[in-house]
């Protein structure tokens, strides 16, 4: 088991409406919110904060290496990860340089996270065909990793052009980006992961933690079969989360815009419509949602961590369209100088 649990945020940079006035903020304000939130963040000491990536019209994450490099130049010591890229849609050469720029930047504290994203926007805008989802992910990854691995790569592939000897610039202030995996809920996700002995970060946004313990030991068992060290296969966990004086200030603040968001998914997607009883249920003792003040936070990390084997951060998703710019403050205060302590002490 991890020896303790590093926290941390992540953002959609969701567009917001006050929820006092229900005035639009303005994306340029939004951005300067943004970067207030992090360099906050730097400041009490939390271990990560993430920019995710969508292309829809409530998020402005749709250029995630360009809101961390502006956060590299804010802050000190915090890690800046993506939340995740969507590799799938991408270049793997244009994502390492942008990567390897902020490395730079920010003296060695760039994480990258790839995944699929949970959104589909990104394939007819960048004229690539959903139903290669799968194949265009393991086959860029695996360009990634080349890349990462050494200056000079020869690759190739069926969706992209083949390198011949090609030298990769810039590399990064670390030896070697550290690159994670980032899954939802395919038992196939999490064995790729362990075989190729890549961190793990799953993305838990629904339901209870402890259902995913079978697919975190698939991904060991996967990872420890083909001969990779236990150190190598580290977890972590992206969860939505929010952290209030009181569990009625934190559940008030946070639910209206959780509530907003889900509304629109099922709309788009189908399925029953979020409710106050389920939120309700998952931020409950064995919910996803880590939503409470700091003591039932901190005790439902060091919870979850023990389920599923030992995690070793756990990065909350604080930002939702109905949140004040003040109450995203204080969470995140509060979750580095008391809710961090308390998972510290264990």
């Known amino acids: 088991m991890a020896d303790t649990v590093l926290l941390g945020v992540d953002s959609f940079v969701a567009r917001v409406t006050d929820p006092d006035t229900e005035r639009v903020i303005g994306p340029e304000e939004r951005f300067e919110h943004l970067l207030d939130e992090i360099a906050l963040a730097d400041r009490v000491g939390l271990h990560s904060y993430g920019i995710g990536e969508h292309h829809r019209s409530e998020y402005f994450d749709a250029a995630p290496p360009v809101i961390l490099a502006a956060a590299a130049a ?10 995740v890229t969507v590799l799938s849609a991408a270049d793997p050469v244009r994502v390492f340089q942008e990567f390897a720029t902020i490395d730079l930047i920010s003296r060695g504290r ?9 959104f589909t926007e990104a394939f007819p805008l960048f004229g690539l065909r959903f139903e290669d989802y799968d194949e265009l992910f393991e086959e860029k990854l695996d360009l990634l990793l080349k890349i990462n691995e050494s200056p000079t790569v020869t690759w190739s592939g069926k969706h992209r052009p083949a390198l011949h000897d090609q030298p990769v610039y810039p590399r990064p202030s670390q030896e070697r980006l550290p690159i994670w995996v980032g899954v939802g809920g395919t038992p196939e996700s999490f064995a790729r992961a362990g075989l190729l002995g890549l961190p793990l970060m799953v993305a838990i946004i629904g339901g209870e933690p402890r259902q995913f313990a079978p697919l975190v030991d698939l991904y060991r068992r996967a990872g420890e079969h083909a001969g990779h060290p236990p150190e190598a296969l580290r977890v972590g966990l992206h969860c939505f989360g929010f952290v209030g004086d009181d569990v ?33 249920a998952m931020r409950g003792p064995d919910g996803a949602f880590f939503v409470g003040d700091p003591r039932t936070v901190a005790e439902k990390v060091l919870r979850v961590s023990e389920q599923l084997g030992g995690v070793e951060r756990i990065n909350l998703q604080m930002t939702n369209p109905r949140l004040r710019h003040e109450d995203l403050l204080h969470s995140i205060e509060l979750l580095g100088t008391e809710v961090a302590p308390l998972v510290d002490k264990g």
Do not use: C, H
């Open 74 to 83: 804010r802050t000190e010591r915090i890690r800046l990860r993506s939340a």
């Open 110 to 118: 760039v994480d990258l996270v790839v995944g699929r994203g949970s």
């Open 248 to 280: 009625a200030k934190a559940t008030n603040a946070f639910y209206p815009g959780w509530q907003e968001m889900f509304t629109q998914v099922a709309a788009e997607r189908g399925g029953m419509p979020p409710s106050r009883r389920a939120f309700d």
